[in-house]
């Protein structure tokens, strides 16, 4: 969401390039203390560019270094406008473990954005910070089933200064390659543990969500 430093998937400073859906009723009517808000709006704009540093098929593993770039224009959790841009920054590390049938990835990724809110003015920042792994397994040629878990944290501040939250997350992921060129890729993940700085609970639900399901569609060029 843009204008707090909130839950790193697809958070307002991330840029991540995913379809996230959200099981249960909209942000707009949780929070007792926010109003009800019903609407429709252009949420954020992205550029996701990356460069292959390594090549797997002649090094021992591959690496990509991704930038994301992006623009957002709406608080996720008022429905409120704002003017917020930051940057997320990656290095995407994979390595066939089995040829041709198992494929392992670690990605690290740090997010940065600056918010500001146009009904008040006020000025907001946030950072984050991700690791993940995974393992997928192709059952036949361009199809692959797996699994992933990462660990992500919430930060106040550009240079993650001032922790807000952590979250753990674990679940399933699907990838289908239709052509040398298109790709699409679809994960749910669910908040096995977590912990918000100031309250308590298992899980950290002020700045990650409980559910996050991600749809991807991809041409490589």
């Known amino acids: 969401p843009v204008g707090r430093p909130r839950r790193p998937d697809c958070p307002w400073w991330s840029g991540r390039p995913c379809t996230n859906f959200q099981p249960g009723p909209p942000r707009g009517g949780g929070p007792p203390d926010l109003p009800s808000r019903t609407s429709g709006t252009l949420d954020s704009a992205f550029l996701d560019t990356r460069y292959r540093l390594l090549n797997r098929r002649s090094a021992p593993f591959g690496l990509t270094l991704r930038v994301v770039p992006f623009v957002s224009r709406v608080d996720e959790l ?28 670690i990605n690290v990724e740090y997010g940065f954005a600056t ?3 146009l009904a008040s003015g006020a000025v907001e920042r946030g950072s984050g910070l991700e690791v993940s792994g995974a393992l997928a397994y192709q059952v036949q040629p361009g199809l692959f089933f797996g699994g992933e878990v990462r660990y ?13 939250g ?14 040398d060129r298109t790709w699409a ?12 700085v100031g309250e308590l609970g298992p899980r950290d639900l002020a700045n990650f969500e409980r559910h996050q399901f991600r749809l991807r569609i991809g041409y490589s060029f």
């Open 152 to 164: 992500a944290r919430a930060y106040e501040g550009l240079r993650l200064e001032r922790l807000s």
């Open 78 to 105: 008022t429905g409120q406008g704002v003017s917020g841009y930051g940057t997320r920054i990656g290095l995407l590390a994979d390595r066939e473990i089995v040829p041709g049938k198992l494929i392992g990835a």
């Open 115 to 117: 918010a500001r809110q």
């Open 166 to 179: 952590e979250a753990v997350y674990l679940g399933p992921t699907i990838y289908h390659a239709f052509s």
């Open 185 to 196: 890729s679809l994960a749910w993940s669910y908040q096995v543990s977590g912990r918000a």
